[in-house]
């Protein structure tokens, strides 16, 4: 009898041990994967990288496994390329212009896709009390603008397009966060700049600023962009951060009214203000032909204007990773390779 008890009593014990490892088991199985870390250099000031402020709000990294750190911390696209180039940053964002130096620099980088396009992103804004009224003004006046930027190369497709000078203009290097007061305190007679820079300077002006823009003469291509090193060693999180982007996309397609509201928190506008500037932009994931089109086209201006010492154009398809794009969403690759 004894003996039958204890027989019991080590079968309950041997299934109810059996029963606690099974939803031990199950448990671990539901345990969400851990989430992959990813550093992201981002210049925290540019509208048609908004898909990125999107993806981090609305959780879209996460859902692709990645846990996104994004900083600003390095200011621009030339400082975020460097950051991910000496293994800072794993990921950056950065208009052309730094990608063409690049080229130019022989630095090696992938530009995994363009995350977004602008048109009428730039502007000059001149001082009306400084005698300006057209663009042949500038004629002899100094203009605040940040050498070597997508800024100067918007300004010297600009000026030729629109007007003739009879003297040339007097360019002083300022720097994206002096333009605003460096204009306002007349130590300049006009800048030229992205926005919201140049409508900041616009406001600060008032009715004594005059705006120019430049119907179909730059449009800026955002980019996100990672190092050679990181895309051989880990194909699988370039694919999951562009699954991120596009889901991003979709978004934006489908709740342009909360895109909206998102944009106008970012850039600090007005409703006025956000309809007006919110259409100047193209929100999606691609890679164009176009883009390697504006990347010779600025790498002729800069040897021609002696910002490089290099004669040799680049192949910039060299600097474009494909194979990811076109694994996730081959539609949106039109690269001719």
Same mark, same amino acid.
């Given at each position: 009898m004894k003996s039958i008890h204890l027989t019991i009593i080590?079968?309950?014990?041997?299934?109810?041990?059996?029963?606690?490892?099974?939803?031990? +088991?199950?448990?671990? %199985?539901?345990?969400?994967?851990?989430?992959?870390?990813? !550093?992201? $250099?981002?210049?925290?000031?540019s509208p048609p990288g908004l898909l990125l402020t999107i993806a981090k709000q609305r959780g879209f990294f996460e859902a692709e496994g990645l846990r996104a750190v994004i900083t600003t911390e390095f200011g621009h696209g030339k400082a975020n390329i460097a950051a991910v *180039? #000496?293994?800072?940053?794993? =990921?950056?964002?950065?208009?052309?212009?730094?990608?063409?130096?690049? +080229?130019?620099?022989? *630095?090696?980088?992938?530009?995994i896709a363009t995350i977004g396009k602008g048109d009428r992103h730039m502007a000059v804004v001149a001082r #009306?009390?400084?005698?300006?009224?057209?663009?042949?003004?500038?004629?002899?006046?100094?203009?605040?603008?940040?050498?070597?930027?997508?800024?100067?190369?918007?300004?010297?497709?600009?000026?030729? $397009?629109?007007?003739k000078l009879s003297n040339p203009v007097r360019k002083v290097h300022t720097l994206p966060k002096d333009m605003v007061k460096t204009l306002a305190r007349g130590d300049v007679d006009a800048v030229v700049s992205w926005f919201p820079a140049w409508k900041h300077a616009q406001d600060e002006l008032g009715d004594n600023a005059l705006v120019f823009h430049g119907s179909g003469v730059y449009s800026v291509y955002f980019n996100l962009i990672s190092s050679v090193e990181l895309v051989k060693r880990n194909p699988e999180m370039?694919? #999951?951060?562009?699954?991120? =982007?596009? !889901?991003?996309?979709?978004?934006? %397609?489908?709740?342009?009214?909360? $895109?909206?509201?998102?944009?106008?928190?970012?850039?600090?506008?007005?409703? %006025?203000?956000?309809?007006?500037? =919110?259409?100047?932009?193209?929100? #999606?994931?691609?890679? +164009?032909?176009? =883009?390697?089109?504006?990347?010779?086209?600025?790498?002729?201006?800069a040897m021609d204007s002696g910002i490089t010492k290099q004669t040799q154009m680049p192949?910039?398809?060299?600097?474009?990773?494909?194979?990811?794009?076109?694994?996730?969403?081959?539609? %949106?690759?039109s690269i001719i390779h």
């Amino acid at each position: 009898m004894k003996s039958i008890h204890l027989t019991i009593i080590a079968t309950l014990v041997a299934s109810t041990l059996i029963l606690l490892w099974h939803q031990s +088991g199950l448990q671990e %199985a539901k345990r969400p994967a851990e989430l992959i870390p990813v !550093r992201i $250099a981002d210049t925290g000031t540019s509208p048609p990288g908004l898909l990125l402020t999107i993806a981090k709000q609305r959780g879209f990294f996460e859902a692709e496994g990645l846990r996104a750190v994004i900083t600003t911390e390095f200011g621009h696209g030339k400082a975020n390329i460097a950051a991910v *180039l #000496r293994g800072d940053a794993d =990921f950056a964002t950065a208009s052309e212009v730094p990608v063409m130096r690049a +080229g130019l620099n022989g *630095l090696d980088l992938c530009v995994i896709a363009t995350i977004g396009k602008g048109d009428r992103h730039m502007a000059v804004v001149a001082r #009306r009390d400084h005698g300006i009224a057209t663009l042949a003004d500038l004629a002899n006046k100094t203009l605040g603008v940040t050498v070597g930027s997508n800024a100067e190369y918007f300004f010297d497709r600009l000026l030729p $397009a629109n007007a003739k000078l009879s003297n040339p203009v007097r360019k002083v290097h300022t720097l994206p966060k002096d333009m605003v007061k460096t204009l306002a305190r007349g130590d300049v007679d006009a800048v030229v700049s992205w926005f919201p820079a140049w409508k900041h300077a616009q406001d600060e002006l008032g009715d004594n600023a005059l705006v120019f823009h430049g119907s179909g003469v730059y449009s800026v291509y955002f980019n996100l962009i990672s190092s050679v090193e990181l895309v051989k060693r880990n194909p699988e999180m370039v694919k #999951r951060m562009l699954r991120a =982007f596009i !889901r991003a996309e979709r978004y934006v %397609a489908d709740h342009q009214q909360q $895109a909206k509201a998102t944009f106008m928190t970012q850039f600090h506008l007005n409703a %006025a203000v956000t309809d007006e500037v =919110f259409a100047n932009y193209t929100l #999606r994931i691609w890679l +164009g032909q176009e =883009f390697l089109i504006a990347l010779e086209s600025q790498a002729k201006w800069a040897m021609d204007s002696g910002i490089t010492k290099q004669t040799q154009m680049p192949n910039y398809l060299n600097l474009v990773h494909l194979n990811a794009l076109e694994q996730v969403s081959p539609e %949106a690759v039109s690269i001719i390779h």
